[in-house]
């Protein structure tokens, strides 16, 4: 019974929903101080190289948090995003983690695509995971930058 869920969106998506991509953005070692907490804000640049954190800075690890994304072309298969830490107001301010880039996304009109995208921090360090909100993809995550 517990498969049923699979096999439905195999037959309407033609692929099965999946728990999405994940990739270590940065080892715990750097990233959490001896005190189980951030050492900075882990956050993304947003437009006019805007800092814009997502976890703050002295957060208890594990802390998590997740956002939504969408495509801002007709068709776009991929987003990117430059991950950084600090706690600058501007992204050239702060330590940059990389740039990673979020493909597999299918083919839809602009703004319809909703890709989750987790940040996590625990002892092991910071991940980022990305998930097709509407399950018609099989995302990947890869550095693309330092």
């Not at 001896?34 to 050492?39: A, I």
Request: overall charge neutral; charged content about 20%.
């Amino acid at each position: 019974m517990r498969y049923w869920p699979g096999l439905i969106a195999l037959f309407l998506f033609g692929c099965a929903p999946t728990d999405g991509a994940s990739v270590l953005v940065e080892p715990g070692t750097a990233a959490v101080s001896l005190d189980g907490t951030l050492r900075e804000s882990v956050g993304i640049e947003t437009l006019g190289g805007v800092f814009t954190p997502l976890l703050a800075k002295g957060c208890k690890v594990p802390c998590s948090r997740s956002q939504n994304f969408s495509t801002a072309e007709d068709g776009q298969g991929q987003i990117l995003l430059h991950v950084f830490r600090g706690d600058a107001a501007l992204a050239k301010s702060t330590h940059s983690l990389g740039t990673f880039q979020i493909a597999g996304i299918a083919s839809a009109p602009r703004g319809e695509p909703s890709i989750g995208v987790k940040f996590k921090a625990d002892e092991d360090g910071i991940t980022l995971k990305a998930v097709d909100n509407n399950g018609r993809s099989r995302l990947s995550i890869a550095r693309v930058a330092p």
